[in-house]
């Protein structure tokens, strides 16, 4: 079992940064592909990034490229989404998720993750 927290999120201005943080604890996460997804009210949950179990294989959805930076911590058993220039249509509830499975993640579908965090809030007003 693999249990992940995320942290970071709040309100913010158009323009500003946030780090977004995903602790895991349980299971060591050092060989799992991780990754970033989110969803605003009313909308599917939508990929935003992933990481490979090296952190060399990233992958970002379009709408992201650029201004977020997904990175892993093994030794901390940690993950992070740096997220600048941020924007009104980045608000969303942001997870993290886990694929035990693969070390090379599947990008922009949600099914191989089999373990999700709760979620934090982002809101970016302006």
């Known amino acids: 079992q693999v249990h992940l927290v995320e942290s970071g999120g709040g309100l913010v201005q158009a323009g500003d940064s946030l780090r977004l943080s995903c602790a895991a604890s349980?299971?060591?996460?050092?060989?799992?592909?991780m990754v970033w997804f989110r969803q605003a009210p009313g909308t599917e949950r939508e990929f935003v990034a992933a990481?490979?179990?090296?952190?060399?294989?990233?992958y970002y959805a379009d709408s992201v490229k650029g201004r977020f930076t997904i990175s892993r911590d093994n030794a901390k058993n940690m993950v992070y989404l740096e997220m600048n220039s941020l924007k009104s249509e980045d608000t969303a509830v942001y997870y993290c998720?886990?694929?035990?499975?693969?070390?090379?993640?599947?990008?922009?579908?949600?099914?191989?993750?089999?373990?999700w965090g709760q979620g934090t809030q982002v809101t970016v007003s302006g």
């Open positions: 349980g299971r060591t996460i050092s060989t799992y592909s």
């Open positions: 990481i490979g179990w090296t952190g060399s294989a990233t």
């Open positions: 998720a886990a694929d035990v499975y693969r070390t090379v993640p599947i990008p922009h579908v949600s099914s191989p993750y089999q373990y």
